[in-house]
Each structure stands twice: as structure tokens, then as C-alpha cells.
């Protein structure tokens, strides 16, 4: 197994380090392994956009037809008379 020594790292960062040790029940150590691990992970799938993966999550149930542009037209807003 390799070490990594990390210098000039700040008082704070390390007392972040080591609650978030504290909360996760383990050593300051493995903690920085689990967020290095976590850092360098190959991601399963390319990410899209937002409005990308909602529409992946519904493709192909329900709607049979295309949803036609609606850019240009003046919207009519509500009236509560």
C-alpha cells in the first residue's frame, strides 16, 4: 500500500476532517481514504444535464406524440375575476 504525506494543510480543514471522522464512526485516516476513493472513481455512466436524465427516466411510456415548440407565443396569464 502506498503513503501520501499532504503538507501545509490548514488547522480548520483538519478539524473538519476529523468530525466528519468522528460522525462517520471512524479514524481521521480512513475517512481521507474514503473521500479519495470517492474522488477518483470513475463515474458509472456519462451525466447529462438536469432536464436530460428526467427525460431518460420517462422515455417511452405515455406520450405518443411530439410536444410541439412553444417559443413565440405571448402567454395568457390567469385571470381570477
Known amino acids: ?3 501520501l504525506i499532504v503538507r501545509d494543510l490548514e488547522d480548520d480543514v483538519k478539524a473538519k476532517l476529523r468530525r466528519r ?3 462517520h464512526g ?3 485516516e480512513e475517512e481521507v481514504r474514503a473521500i479519495l476513493r ?4 470513475e463515474p458509472t455512466s ?3 444535464g438536469l432536464g436530460s436524465e428526467i427525460a431518460a427516466l420517462f422515455k ?13 407565443f405571448q402567454p ?5 375575476d
Open 46 to 48: 456519462p451525466s447529462g
Open 76 to 80: 395568457n396569464p390567469a385571470k381570477f
Open 60 to 72: 417511452g411510456i405515455g406520450l405518443d406524440q411530439e410536444i410541439p415548440e412553444l417559443r413565440g
Open 38 to 41: 470517492d474522488a477518483v472513481r
Open 26 to 28: 471512524c479514524s481521521m
Open 1 to 3: 500500500m502506498a503513503q
Open 21 to 23: 471522522a468522528a460522525a
